[in-house]
């Protein structure tokens, strides 16, 4: 259940940075909104890197189709394998 706060609640931010965990983030609302996310280092750093990741294997699958794919051979001689 995700752990949503009124930013207000910031006054008191010990409090909301201990409800943070790497799986559970908390949501702050502004005006009834939601606004603003917190969350774990950890969390935020692996996210990012699932980006990044992914976006590489974007990347990599527009190559294929737009260009096909390289020989195993190819691939050898060019790492020098």
């Keep these: 259940m995700p752990n949503i ?21 908390v949501f702050l609302t502004k005006n009834g909104r939601g606004c603003y996310a917190i969350v774990d280092i950890k969390e935020y750093e692996r996210t990012n890197a699932v980006l990044r990741l992914m976006s590489k294997l974007a990347d990599a699958e527009k190559s294929v189709k737009e260009n096909g794919w390289i020989d195993g051979d190819i691939v050898k001689e060019k790492l020098g394998v």
Excluded: F, H, K, M
């Excluded at 706060?5 to 983030?25: G, M």
């Design 5 to 25: 706060r009124p930013v207000s609640d910031l006054r008191n931010y010990n409090e909301v940075l201990r409800e943070i965990t790497a799986d559970s983030p």
